[in-house]
């Protein structure tokens, strides 16, 4: 069984950046692949990025492209999301999840973490 834990979500205004982290524990990090997810008020929970194993594959949606960057440290079994250039509509709850096949399917994730909540003001 896995657990993650995320922090790092917080207030910014418009234009800002933060950087989400996701801490893993009782697995084989490097075994999964890692996405985040993210839900905005009254909304599906949408994919925002996915990292393979290694990171040698990663994903992005088209909405985050070009300013948002997601990593992972193997060695410190951390998955993180850099997020710069920050709109309001990128306002929600961000969730890192673990799956044991590459995939950007939300239901294809195995174990998710409790959520941080990511608030930018315009």
């Known amino acids: 069984q896995v657990q993650l834990v995320e922090s790092g979500g917080g207030l910014v205004q418009a234009g800002g950046s933060l950087r989400l982290s996701c801490a893993a524990s009782g697995g084989t990090f490097s075994n999964y692949a890692m996405g985040w997810f993210r839900q905005a008020p009254g909304k599906e929970r949408d994919s925002v990025a996915a990292i393979s194993w290694t990171g040698s594959i990663r994903y992005y949606a088209d909405s985050v492209k070009g300013r948002f960057t997601i990593s992972r440290d193997n060695a410190k079994n951390t998955v993180y999301l850099q997020m710069n250039s920050l709109k309001a509509e990128d306002t929600g709850v961000y969730y890192c999840?673990?799956?044991?096949?590459?995939?950007?399917?939300?239901?294809?994730?195995?174990?998710w973490g409790q959520g941080t909540q990511v608030t930018v003001s315009s």
């Open positions: 999840a673990a799956a044991g096949l590459w995939t950007t399917r939300l239901d294809e994730y195995n174990y």
